[in-house]
């Protein structure tokens, strides 16, 4: 019987100690890659492939002012964001930009938001008045911006994420292409 233990022990030493050393090499690896800046997980990437909207209300979005700021938007938003397809049946007055973790989207045309009143905070880019709105949770995801000092209500939804980069350039296209009008609070 003792032959039997002693044949036992070096296959148990080497049971215990083979995990113990994979254990070892494995975290010797995650700490070196750390140390490196190499990380494991590859940095999202934007979809590109066609975006369906949501059909919403969009009484003006066949005008002549949201045709002229469709003609003259970028195929590319700064940061490389490049236009998106819509898929069928696209909502009109619509354009969509590839953006990680959500696209940046515009829309043309949509009536008065009814968040703006007499009080409401405007945030005024590039001369243009936009009312801020967010997805209502305590760390938003989106934020919506309406321009609400043109001849039509032009939205702009925007991940937290992309900055203010996409605000700014729209800004520039609306304050070019759209006339300033009054903003009508009621």
Do not use: H
Not at 23 to 48: M, Q
Not at 62 to 75: E, F, N, Q
Request: glycine fraction near 6%.
């Amino acid at each position: 019987m003792s032959g039997v233990k002693q044949r036992l022990q070096p296959a148990v030493v080497f049971a215990i100690a083979l995990p113990l050393l994979l254990a070892v090499v494995v975290a010797g690896i995650a700490i070196t890659a750390r140390v490196r800046g190499d990380d494991a997980v590859a940095p999202p990437v934007a979809e590109t492939g066609p975006l369906a909207l949501a059909p919403v209300d969009a009484p003006d979005a066949g005008s002549g002012s949201c045709t002229t700021l469709l003609d003259a938007l970028p195929a590319t938003l700064d940061g490389g964001r490049a236009t998106r397809p819509l898929a069928a049946p696209a909502p009109p007055a619509s354009r969509a930009w590839a953006a990680v973790p959500r696209p940046v989207v515009l829309r043309c045309g949509l009536p008065r938001p009814a968040e703006l009143t007499p009080t409401s905070a405007l945030l005024a880019v590039n001369g243009v008045s936009w009312l801020r709105l967010d997805d209502g949770v305590p760390d938003p995801v989106v934020i919506t911006y309406v321009a609400v000092d043109r001849p039509v209500y032009v939205v702009l939804t925007v991940p937290v994420d992309a900055g203010s980069a996409p605000l700014q350039q729209i800004s520039d296209v609306v304050r070019d292409k759209l006339p300033t009008t009054a903003v009508a609070v009621r």
